[in-house]
């Protein structure tokens, strides 16, 4: 069975720290890892890695993707109060998308 | 400007009701999904249509319903078949089934009286 696991599942953090989210994957035919931040509805898109090593980066936020390991690493560094928000990994497979649990992000002043 | 519109935001169910969800995108994307977002579940795939009169069940489609008459509209109908329906219902859309990025709608809020 397909699945994406995400960790932690919440965290809490003051301004300007750096925190690593952590995305592992287990799915039929991998195509692609998407990543998404979701502040209050809809998730708005963040990255999506298809190929291993190549880190895309915009900002203050980086992701990385291993193929071989099956896992994924979103970055952001110097964190602000805007940063709060469930972050999303998806995957996708054959024709669908898998989605994790998320991981909530909490950015004290 | 090009996106998903989800009606209403916010929705109350009465016992052994039936409601319908709205999603009317304007993005000329031929796939179209629906999920449900319960706290600390994720995003879970209820249907999913690839073109316009063509849907398949998802992974929780047990008390749903759903249509595809137009390309730009993906309605969901929630049936007094389920039973525990309060969730937040995100609809998305992409280029081809499995293609790309996802783009969503700002949701659904649904809840039982």
């Known amino acids: 069975e397909d699945k994406v696991v995400q960790s932690p599942l919440s965290l809490v953090v003051h301004e300007g720290d750096t925190v690593t989210l952590n995305c592992s994957y287990e799915v039929t035919n991998f195509r692609s890892l998407l990543w998404y931040k979701q502040e209050k509805k809809a998730p708005t898109f963040l990255f999506m890695l298809t190929s291993s090593g190549i880190e895309k980066k915009s900002g203050r936020l980086s992701s990385i993707l291993d193929k071989k390991e099956l896992f994924s690493i979103l970055n952001i560094t110097a964190t602000q109060t805007g940063d709060s928000a469930i972050y999303l990994c998806?995957?996708?497979?054959?024709?669908?998308?898998?989605f994790g649990t998320g991981t909530r992000l909490k950015v004290l002043a | 400007d090009g996106g998903i519109t989800q009606s209403p935001k916010y929705l109350f169910r009465k016992e052994g009701q039936n409601v319908t969800l709205s999603c009317e995108q304007n993005?000329?994307?031929?796939?179209m999904y629906w999920y449900r977002q319960d706290p600390g579940q994720g995003l879970r795939l209820i249907y999913y249509s690839q073109i316009v009169n063509d849907f398949q069940k998802g992974d929780i489609a047990e008390g749903y319903s759903v249509s595809r008459e137009k390309k730009e509209s993906f309605p969901l109908t929630v049936t007094s078949a389920q039973k525990n329906p309060t969730a937040f219902y995100l609809c998305?859309?992409?280029?081809?089934?499995?293609?790309?990025?996802?783009?969503f709608g700002s949701g659904t809020q649904l809840s039982v009286l």
């Open positions: 998806a995957v996708v497979g054959t024709y669908k998308y898998i």
């Open positions: 998305a859309s992409s280029i081809g089934l499995g293609a790309e990025k996802l783009f």
């Open positions: 993005l000329n994307h031929d796939a």
